[in-house]
């Protein structure tokens, strides 16, 4: 089966999809890690295929911390979705069998599989919806403080 895997943001975001591709190469599927650029010795480090996507996230927030207005902000966030939807659709369109995406890029790995007719699962490394166990990151707890 072909895998592609759809992650990106910082390292932490990246190197866990690279144990799950390994796994998964290892039980004979063919994998590959769609990622910005600078992970691709990552990627590749692991045996697996590397598709980059474009975008650097270390520039965005560079240009972030300079952004004059929030309107420059919201421009510089639209370029960048922009990009990445554009890699997105490029690397499902390149031929895969299952999509697995990290969360950030959710939204656009499921419209790009709805489109392509793939199926995608997402693969979240932290919870992303509150349960009884977990509440959202950085929620404020309920009843009063200790």
Known sequence: MRILIITGGSRGDVA?????GRRLLDAG???TVA???VFGPLVGGCGLAHHPMPGDPKELIRRWS???SREEVRALNRAYVDGLA???REAVAGGTDLLLTAFGPA???RAAGEALGVPVIGTYLAPQ???REFALPGAARGGPEP
């Open 16 to 20: 866990p999809f690279t144990g799950l």
């Open 86 to 88: 554009d890699g997105v």
């Open 29 to 31: 599927h063919q994998v």
């Open 107 to 109: 939204p656009l790995s």
């Open 35 to 37: 990622a910005h650029p």
């Open 66 to 68: 300079r952004a004059a």
């Open 129 to 131: 919806f509150a349960t």
